[in-house]
């Protein structure tokens, strides 16, 4: 099992530019979730998931976009980079939360920078 | 909604001293999970809580959770280098969007 992957490791763009951050995982769980980490912070809730077809917004989703058109994968897309988007994302899945032991397994993280 | 507050932010000790982080939460938790991130690394599951008043050891961790399941603490005893991170709680309530505690950075010099 290769567990939860993320591309890329790092990104830089420009002001305005629009990207997708990937996430997969091969675990078949249903609960994945995007998380935000700037520097000396702790982790904040981009968008979760319990399912596919199923999004939520999390404590931070402005600027942000996801779907999830399958179990497995779980993209983010930042609409239009700015400067306070400079920072760590990390992806992460799960059981669904109260199923039991419903660990979060996270992926290496994108190390993301908005000139 | 439901808050969390962990205390300290940080906390710097010698090695070989004990340390505690506190996980408070304004609401009662179905259960709660803490997790390790070390220095450009990702979080890590360490464990998760369930029962009211239970305690749980790895090693020389040892995790509590409160009986009113409203709090938890982790203790470290005699901190080693190698538990240099930060240590994240993660309680577990009423919805599925689970928000992490601030989190405490653990430093020791050695």
């Known amino acids: 099992n290769a567990g939860v992957t993320q591309t890329p490791k790092f990104q830089v763009l420009k002001t305005g530019q629009s990207m997708t951050l990937q996430c997969a995982q091969d675990?078949?769980?249903?609960?994945m979730s995007w998380y935000r980490q700037d520097p000396g912070m702790g982790l904040r809730l981009i968008h979760y998931s319990v399912g596919a077809g199923i999004t939520d917004q999390g404590e931070v989703p402005n600027g942000y976009n996801v779907s999830r058109s399958t179990t497995e994968d779980f993209p983010l897309r930042l609409l239009s980079a700015a400067p306070s988007q400079t920072s760590v994302y990390f992806c992460?899945?799960?059981?669904?939360?109260?199923?039991?032991?419903?660990?979060?397994?996270f992926g290496p993280g994108t190390r993301l920078t908005v000139t | 909604g439901q808050q969390v507050m962990q205390i300290p932010q940080y906390q710097h000790v010698q090695e070989g001293e004990d340390f505690t982080t506190y996980c408070n939460s304004s609401?009662?938790?179905?259960?709660i999970q803490w997790y390790k991130q070390r220095p450009g690394g990702h979080p890590v599951f360490l464990i998760q809580l369930v029962k009211s008043g239970e305690v749980k050891k790895q090693k020389r961790l040892t995790f509590q959770f409160g009986e009113a399941k409203k709090n938890s603490s982790l203790h470290i005893t005699a901190t080693q280098t190698t538990d240099v991170g930060t240590y994240f709680c993660?309680?577990?309530?009423?919805?599925?969007?689970?928000?992490f505690g601030t989190g405490t950075l653990l430093a020791v010099q050695p």
């Open positions: 993660f309680p577990g309530g009423a919805t599925n969007k689970l928000i």
């Open positions: 992460a899945s799960s059981l669904i939360p109260g199923t039991g032991a419903y660990e979060q397994y």
């Open positions: 609401t009662t938790l179905s259960n």
């Open positions: 675990m078949n769980h249903e609960y």
